[in-house]
C-alpha cells in the first residue's frame, strides 16, 4: 500500500470552479459525508468536495436502500457536516419523492438543505422534473444531476443493477444528461454505466461529469466514505477499492480496549487523576 502525505488543503470550490476544473482537465474528487467527526477530517485534506448524500440511510442509519431517507434526515446531516467541514463547498442530496410532491414542496425541501448548510443540491433523475430543476436552478439554488443506477429507482429497476447497457437506453441517457445540462445543472454524477457511454457523455457535455462505477473517462470521481475505508468487508462492487481495511482495524482497537480494561490495564495511574 502506498502512503501520501496530506496535499495542501486546497481553496473551497465554488460552482464556476466546477466548468474551470473541466476546460484545465484537473480532476474532482468528491466522497461522501454524514458527521462532524469525519467532516473535521476531511476539512484538512485535499478531497474537493463532500456529498451529503442519501446513503445515510443506510450508513449512518442501517436502512437496506436510499429510499428511508426524508428531509429532515439529510438536513440534520447537512448542517453537521457543515459544522465540521467549514472549508468544503457541500452538496446535499434530495431525497426520495421530494421533487414529485410538486413545487412547493419540492422548494421547502431545497431552502431546508440549504439553510442547513448545503451549497447545491443533488436531484435523481430527470424525466419529469425538468420543471422543477429549471426553477431550482433559477433561484439561484445549483444543481448536480444524478444518472444511471439511480438508486431511489432501486424497485422499478429490479435491484442495483448497471445501467444504460443497450444502445438505445446509452442514446436516453445522453439525452438526459444533455437536459440535465440545458437546465442549468452545474455538473452531474454517472453511477454504474458502461465506460463508453459515460467518456461520450463527459466529451459531449461543458459540466463536469463525476463518475461512480462509470470508468475512468470521466471529470472526477466520487466514493461512500465507509465503502472506501472498507468498513464493510462483504460490500465490493467492481468499481470499489478499498483504501484501509478499516472494519479489521477498528475491530482490533475495541478489542485491545476491552481486553485492557478486563486485564486491569486499562486505566494506568498515568491515565486517572490523583
Ligand atoms: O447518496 C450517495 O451516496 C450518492 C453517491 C453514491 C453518488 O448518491
Given amino acids: 500500500m502506498s502512503s501520501h502525505l496530506p496535499l495542501a488543503v486546497p481553496k473551497k470550490m465554488t460552482v464556476?470552479?466546477?466548468?474551470?476544473?473541466?476546460?484545465?482537465?484537473?480532476?474532482?474528487?468528491?466522497?461522501?459525508?454524514?458527521?462532524?467527526?469525519?467532516?473535521?477530517?476531511?476539512?484538512?485534506?485535499?478531497?474537493?468536495?463532500?456529498?451529503?448524500?442519501?446513503?445515510?440511510?443506510?450508513?449512518?442509519?442501517?436502512?437496506?436502500?436510499?429510499?428511508?431517507?426524508?428531509?429532515?434526515?439529510?438536513?440534520?446531516?447537512?448542517?453537521?457536516?457543515?459544522?465540521?467541514?467549514?472549508?468544503?463547498?457541500?452538496?446535499g442530496?434530495?431525497?426520495?419523492?421530494?421533487?414529485?410532491?410538486?413545487?412547493?414542496?419540492?422548494?421547502?425541501?431545497?431552502?431546508?438543505l440549504v439553510k442547513a448548510g448545503a451549497h447545491a443540491v443533488k436531484i435523481e433523475g430527470i424525466r419529469g422534473n425538468e420543471e422543477i430543476v429549471g426553477h431550482v436552478t433559477a433561484s439561484g439554488i445549483p444543481v448536480m444531476g444524478h444518472l444511471g443506477l439511480t438508486p431511489q429507482f432501486v424497485n422499478a429497476f429490479g435491484g442495483m443493477k448497471v445501467q444504460a447497457k443497450t444502445e438505445d437506453e446509452k442514446a436516453n441517457l445522453l439525452v438526459e444528461a444533455r437536459s440535465f445540462e440545458a437546465l442549468g445543472a452545474f455538473s452531474i454524477v454517472l453511477e454504474c454505466v458502461p465506460s463508453d457511454i459515460a467518456a461520450e457523455i463527459t466529451s459531449t457535455l461543458k459540466i463536469p461529469v463525476i463518475g461512480i462505477g462509470a470508468g475512468e473517462a470521466v471529470d472526477g470521481q466520487v466514493l461512500v466514505l465507509q465503502d472506501l475505508l472498507g468498513f464493510?468487508?462483504?460490500?465490493?462492487?467492481?468499481?470499489?477499492?478499498?483504501?484501509?481495511?478499516?472494519?479489521?482495524?477498528?475491530?482490533?482497537?475495541?478489542?485491545?480496549?476491552?481486553?485492557?480494561?478486563?486485564?486491569?490495564?486499562?486505566?494506568s495511574k498515568e491515565e486517572s487523576y490523583g
Avoid: W
Avoid at 98 to 112: C, N, P, Y
Fill in 16 to 91: 464556476p470552479d466546477f466548468k474551470r476544473r473541466k476546460l484545465s482537465g484537473e480532476k474532482i474528487v468528491m466522497l461522501t459525508c454524514y458527521d462532524s467527526s469525519f467532516a473535521r477530517l476531511l476539512n484538512e485534506s485535499s478531497i474537493d468536495l463532500l456529498l451529503v448524500g442519501d446513503s445515510c440511510a443506510m450508513t449512518m442509519h442501517g436502512y437496506d436502500s436510499t429510499i428511508q431517507a426524508n428531509v429532515e434526515m439529510i438536513a440534520a446531516h447537512v448542517s453537521a457536516v457543515a459544522r465540521g467541514a467549514p472549508g468544503k463547498f457541500i452538496v
Fill in 93 to 112: 442530496d434530495v431525497p426520495f419523492l421530494t421533487v414529485r410532491r410538486g413545487l412547493e414542496h419540492a422548494m421547502e425541501s431545497m431552502e431546508r
Fill in 232 to 267: 464493510n468487508p462483504s460490500f465490493k462492487p467492481k468499481f470499489l477499492r478499498h483504501y484501509l481495511d478499516g472494519a479489521a482495524l477498528i475491530g482490533n482497537a475495541f478489542e485491545r480496549f476491552a481486553a485492557d480494561v478486563r486485564n486491569g490495564n486499562y486505566p
